[in-house]
Structure formats: C-alpha cells, structure tokens
C-alpha cells in the first residue's frame, strides 16, 4: 500500500512563499495523475492543481500564475510551488494520486483519487 506524505507547510506573511512536497512511498504502475487539494475552515475541500501522467497540469483560477505544480519520478515526489500567498490560501493542503484503470482523457474534475495524505498546514498573515 503506497504511503503518501506532504511537507513544507508553515506560516508565512502575506506576499511570501511556500514549496510543498509530497513522498510517496514508492511508484505505483497505474498512475493516472497527481493532484493537489486544499480544504479551509467551514469550507469544501477544494482541487488547487493536478498534473496528468503525460505531464498536462492544471490551475484552479483562484491561483493560476502564482502557483506550480511539478513531480520528479526519481524522487517519487510531487511538489506544489506557491508564490505569492494570500490570506485566502491559509488551509490544510493534501496530495493525492489517482492509481487505477486510466481513462484515455484523465480528467481531474472526474477523477476517482484513492491515495491520500495526511495533509500539510498552510496559513498566511496579513
């Protein structure tokens, strides 16, 4: 069973920047595609970023070109760069991949993501 783990989280003012990290205890054969989610206080958990097995990423509008989404198979790792940071970004960060049966067009919105982590805490200051 594949472990995932996040890291980098933390405190930063508004302006600053964080880059998140996401281990995964090994490789799985099968990966569809990663993701990025995030869930704020009283609010629904939201999809931030994906990234597909051929590469293609996506962006939710409330962080298109603040924020970059990049994995490096060597390390099994998925990293979310989050530059200019707002109070609004302040939420519990999670990874997650999707492992399975790839459909032909892998569609993050659709996707059924089945391995989590724990989360990672990011909260920005005004």
């Known amino acids: 069973q594949m472990q995932l783990a996040e890291s980098g989280g933390g405190s930063v003012q508004a302006g600053g920047y964080l880059k998140l990290s996401c281990s995964a205890s090994?490789?799985?054969?099968?990966?569809?595609?990663m993701a990025w989610f995030r869930q704020a206080p009283g609010k629904e958990r939201e999809l931030v970023s994906s990234?597909?097995?051929?590469?293609?990423?996506t962006y939710a509008d409330s962080v298109k070109g603040r924020f970059i989404i990049s994995r490096d198979y060597t390390k099994n790792t998925l990293y979310l760069k989050m530059n200019s940071l707002n109070p609004e970004d302040t939420a519990m960060y999670y990874c997650?991949?999707?492992?399975?049966?790839?459909?032909?067009?892998?569609?993050?919105?659709?996707?059924?993501?089945?391995?989590w982590g724990r989360g990672t805490q990011v909260t920005v200051s005004s």
């Open positions: 990234i597909s097995d051929d590469g293609a990423t």
């Open positions: 997650t991949h999707h492992v399975g049966n790839c459909p032909d067009s892998w569609d993050p919105l659709r996707a059924d993501f089945n391995y």
């Open positions: 090994q490789y799985m054969f099968g990966t569809c595609g």
